[in-house]
């Protein structure tokens, strides 16, 4: 039986500790399940177990990410007899250092990411790739402590540059919750009988392919990237892809879609080129799951772009 995870992240005093006491005391979700509750920072804030809807939570601290292994967790379970988790994460610790560690049979519910407004702005020009890492993969962010002089459009940009997907709301500090639902129409033509993804684009696409790649499903695309054969690939598929940067120079990776020869290109290692292809979302080994494979249906050698690492900026 799987045990669900919901994972609260954000840096210290952002409001996690507020928001799961207060998900704790609401009888429409906490109605009597065995509650694992894993608390790894400890800040001013503490729960006060009295104010829980049901007396089911069970709480342990983890003090040093080496206590963050499968083995641990299972133990920790298997000691309260818990049937779902939630996680206080602190927001210095990497995820992967989590998500490497949870057993297999605890898939994340949902992802909820806290930050305090008053903060925000200095921690993403200080510790970008501690923001980064948690934007890339939560559900909902919230911005606490809002107030009416802050340009709501400075904290969207930075999230949407990262995600289009997570939700993004504003608490004030007068108590209300404002959504975001600022729209954030895509550089490119998605109706158009060939999609053309400029230069400065591709990190945008790449990020909103991955993200729903389902849209994409049968859409001829034009664009420049990089030939690279691959050990990993079947016969007659190679890899089409740019280096991208998400924050720093430290984070670049090479982005790279599975592309099947149906042009007979000679790819040549490493070579730029401007390709023409119908996306297909389908299983590929490569990926391990179902994902955007490039029917190149036309490829020619070209001429790098004027900024050749990718950017969402």
Sequence with gaps: METPVY??????EAGKTRFIQETLGDSRFNK??????????EGEEE??????????????????????????????????NAK????????MWQLQTLLDALPMDWPLA?????????????????????VVDKLKLCDLVAFNRFTKEMDVMDFHKIVRAISRQVDIVYEYTD???????????????????????????????YRDLWQDPKKYDGKTVRYKAIAVNGSKLSPGFFALGRQLMTCCVEDIEF????????CGYQVKQREWVEVEAKIEVRFNKAYRKPGPVLNVQKAEPTTPPEQEVATYY
């Excluded at 404002?178 to 400065?200: H, K, S, T, W």
């Design 7 to 12: 994972l609260f992240t954000g840096f210290l």
């Design 32 to 41: 009597g399940e065995r509650t694992l509750l894993l608390v790894c920072e």
């Design 47 to 80: 729960y006060d177990p009295t104010g829980f809807a049901v007396p089911n939570v069970y709480m342990e601290t983890i003090g040093d990410e080496s206590e963050l292994t499968e083995a641990h967790l299972r133990q920790l379970q298997k000691a309260h």
């Design 84 to 91: 779902r988790v939630m996680i206080e994460y602190n927001g």
């Design 110 to 130: 949902q992802i909820f990411l806290f930050f305090d407004a008053a903060t925000f702005l200095n921690y993403n020009a200080n510790m970008r790739s501690l």
């Design 175 to 205: 108590g209300s919750v404002i959504p975001d639902e600022i729209e954030d129409p895509l550089p490119f033509d998605l109706n158009a009988p060939v999609v053309e993804i400029g230069d400065r684009d591709y990190a945008i696409w």
């Design 255 to 262: 982005a790279a879609l599975v592309a099947k020869n149906e």
